[in-house]
């Protein structure tokens, strides 16, 4: 298996562009993990699905942030507008199942800079 | 409240030195703790795992770590240190399904 895919590694954009970040989970995982990483706030926690169904959304920052999983192989993250303090690596990552009882698998993030 | 605390931010030891790096957690349920280690510019990899059982869990590359419940930490630990081991490592807490992580602690090994 190929692993988290995550798409693109690298983005840089403009301060009010929309910005949209693909993950492909891994084939089989049922629950999948949007997380941001900055030097300030570590390793936050933005949504948290479960069988493609948003079970907590309690860290996405602010309405400028959405995310979907329209299917069991893909989700997105979106940022509209983005702002620089957006800027951070945003790492997907995958679980076999809802159980306790797994560890997550991560992607390789994604780089963004808003400018 | 922070469900996962890393009191160590940055750790600097030299080759062959021993480590340890704290973990506390706070949560009532079920508790399902792991380390994860992100070498420079890569993702997150999972070092080791504790969910039930003997309360000492050894993991890759040499690490181990030990569940104590009554002092609600879970550190991680390594008897010799090696350059390689240079990274941040992340203690995290699966509460209720969400994959909760600490603020991580920065390991530098000097040659």
């Known amino acids: 298996d190929a692993g988290v895919i995550q798409s693109p590694r690298h983005e840089v954009t403009e301060m009010g562009q929309e910005v949209t970040l693909r993950c492909k989970p891994i084939s089989g995982h049922n629950s999948l993990f949007w997380y941001r990483q900055t030097m300030m706030r570590g390793l936050e926690l933005l949504i948290y699905f479960n069988n493609n169904v948003p079970i907590d959304d309690s860290g996405m920052p602010e309405d400028r942030f959405s995310a979907k999983m329209p299917n069991a192989s893909f989700s997105t993250l979106k940022i509209q507008p983005s702002e620089p303090r957006d800027s951070a690596v945003y790492f997907c990552a995958s679980r076999p199942s809802d159980s306790l009882n797994t560890e997550a698998f991560f992607g390789q993030g994604t780089r963004l800079t808003v400018v | 409240a922070q469900s996962v605390s890393q009191h160590n931010h940055h750790v600097i030891l030299s080759e062959a030195a021993s480590l340890e790096l704290g973990c506390n957690y706070s949560y009532g349920g079920t508790v399902n703790l792991f380390w994860y280690v992100q070498y420079p510019g890569q993702h997150l990899q999972l070092l080791l795992k504790y969910f039930s059982g003997d309360p000492l869990v050894k993991g890759i590359k040499g690490f181990e770590a030990e569940f104590i419940k009554s002092k609600f930490s879970f550190n991680l630990r390594k008897p010799s240190v090696q350059w390689s081991d240079t990274a941040e490592y992340f203690c995290?807490?699966?509460?209720?399904?969400?994959?909760?992580f600490g603020q991580g602690t920065e390991l530098s090994v000097k040659p």
């Open positions: 995290a807490l699966n509460q209720g399904g969400k994959l909760i």
